[in-house]
C-alpha cells in the first residue's frame, strides 16, 4: 500500500480545521438561537400573558427618565417680575413673559434692605432715602405638617355639693372617637381617589412626616368617610337627575381583588353629569353593563329632559321609559 501523499495529508488537515470551525459557529448560532428564543417568550409574555399593567419600552423610559424626556428643550422657572411694555410703532403692547402667579394664593412678604453702612451716596456722601422696592415673585411650597391636636375637655364641679359634676361634651366627629381629624381624613381620601395614590405610600408619606399609621387604619378610615358622605351623594345625585340635560357613558375598569370574581374579567365605571346647574360628576362602580343597573343609576331623572349618551340599548330603554330627548354622541 503507498504511503500517503503530503498533498492528501494537508488536505485531511484542512477539513479537520474547517471541521472545527464550523463547530465552533455552530455553538455560537445555538446560543444566539436561545437568547432570542427567551426573548420572543418574554415579548409573548407581555403581550399576552394575564396581568394588571402592561407598559413598553417607550412609556418604561419615560417612567425612569420622566425628568430628562419633559425637560428637553425647556428651561427651570426663574421668578416672575412685574410686567413691562415694550412702544411698537404707533402702539404700545406688553412683553410676553412666563404666566404670573395666582394672585388669590396667599403671600408671605420678605423684604430686603442693604445694610446701614451701604445707604450713603458714593458721590456726595448723603444718607440715600427709601423711594421704591423692585418686586419679584417665587412659588413656595410647604410640605405636609402632621401635627396632634389634643382635646381638653373641661370638667366643672360645684364647690358646695358632690352632685353638680358637669363635663363638656366633645365635639361633633365625622369618626366618632376617630384617631384621624377631619382635615386628615379629608386628605386622605383626596390623596387616594383625587391624586391616585394608593394606600401603601399615603401610610409612607405620613410615616416620613412623623405619623406612624397603618394601611389597615387608612382603609378603615376611607370607608367611614364613604358611609358619612352617603347622604351627601343623594343629594348631588337628586341634584344631577333634576337636571334638563344629562350626560352618561360607561367605561371598562379592572379590578383585581373581587370576591367571586377573576381579574380577568370586566367590571364597568359609570359616568354621569349634569349640563346645566352647578356642575356634578358621578362615578358609579357596577360589575355588570347589565339594564337593570342603569335603570338604578337613572330611576328619578326628570321626565322630558335630555340624555346624551351613545348607542347602547339600555341608554334607549331609559329615555323611552322616562320620556326623555335620546341625543347621541
Known amino acids: 500500500?503507498?504511503?500517503?501523499?503530503?498533498?492528501?495529508?494537508?488536505?485531511?488537515?484542512?477539513?479537520?480545521?474547517?471541521?472545527?470551525?464550523?463547530?465552533?459557529?455552530?455553538?455560537?448560532?445555538?446560543?444566539?438561537?436561545?437568547?432570542?428564543?427567551?426573548?420572543?417568550?418574554?415579548?409573548?409574555?407581555?403581550?399576552?400573558?394575564?396581568?394588571?399593567?402592561?407598559?413598553?419600552?417607550?412609556?418604561?423610559?419615560?417612567?425612569?427618565?420622566?425628568?430628562?424626556a419633559l425637560a428637553m428643550g425647556c428651561e427651570p422657572v426663574q421668578e416672575t417680575e412685574t410686567e413691562q411694555s415694550v412702544e411698537v410703532g404707533a402702539h404700545e403692547r406688553k412683553k410676553r413673559g412666563r404666566k404670573p402667579l395666582d394672585p388669590m394664593l396667599p403671600r408671605e412678604f420678605v423684604r430686603h434692605e442693604l445694610p446701614e453702612l451701604e445707604r450713603v451716596c458714593a458721590h456726595d456722601g448723603h444718607a440715600l432715602v427709601e423711594i421704591g422696592a423692585e418686586i419679584s415673585e417665587q412659588l413656595d411650597i410647604v410640605p405636609q405638617q402632621v401635627r396632634v391636636i389634643q382635646h381638653q375637655r373641661i370638667k366643672y364641679a360645684c364647690p358646695c355639693c358632690d352632685l353638680g359634676i358637669k363635663v363638656t361634651p366633645a365635639p361633633a366627629r365625622i369618626i366618632p372617637k376617630g384617631l384621624l381629624t377631619e382635615s386628615a381624613l379629608a386628605w386622605v381620601v383626596v390623596s387616594k381617589f383625587a391624586d391616585a395614590l394608593p394606600l401603601y405610600r399615603i401610610?409612607?408619606?405620613?410615616?416620613?412626616?412623623?405619623?406612624?399609621?397603618?394601611?389597615?387604619?387608612?382603609a378603615a378610615s376611607v370607608v367611614r368617610v364613604g358611609t358619612a358622605v352617603q347622604p351627601l351623594i343623594n343629594l348631588m345625585r337628586d341634584h344631577l337627575l333634576e337636571a334638563d340635560i344629562v350626560y352618561g357613558d360607561e367605561t371598562t375598569v379592572q379590578v383585581l381583588k373581587e370576591p367571586g370574581r377573576a381579574a380577568q374579567r370586566k367590571s364597568y365605571m359609570w359616568a354621569q353629569m349634569n349640563g346645566t346647574g352647578p356642575p356634578v360628576r358621578m362615578f358609579s362602580y357596577s360589575p355588570t353593563r347589565s339594564a337593570a343597573q342603569a335603570a338604578v343609576l337613572y330611576a328619578g331623572i326628570k321626565p322630558g329632559a335630555v340624555l346624551m349618551s351613545d348607542g347602547y340599548e339600555p341608554y334607549n330603554e331609559i329615555a323611552r321609559t322616562n320620556q326623555l330627548v335620546h341625543l347621541g354622541c
Open 1 to 68: 500500500m503507498p504511503p500517503p501523499s503530503s498533498s492528501s495529508t494537508d488536505e485531511l488537515q484542512a477539513l479537520r480545521a474547517e471541521l472545527a470551525a464550523m463547530k465552533g459557529e455552530l455553538r455560537v448560532v445555538t446560543v444566539e438561537r436561545d437568547l432570542l428564543r427567551e426573548k420572543l417568550k418574554a415579548y409573548q409574555r407581555q403581550l399576552f400573558a394575564s396581568k394588571s399593567e402592561v407598559r413598553g419600552a417607550e412609556q418604561r423610559d419615560l417612567f425612569l427618565n420622566e425628568a430628562e
Open 203 to 218: 401610610a409612607a408619606l405620613l410615616h416620613r412626616f412623623g405619623g406612624d399609621l397603618s394601611r389597615g387604619t387608612l
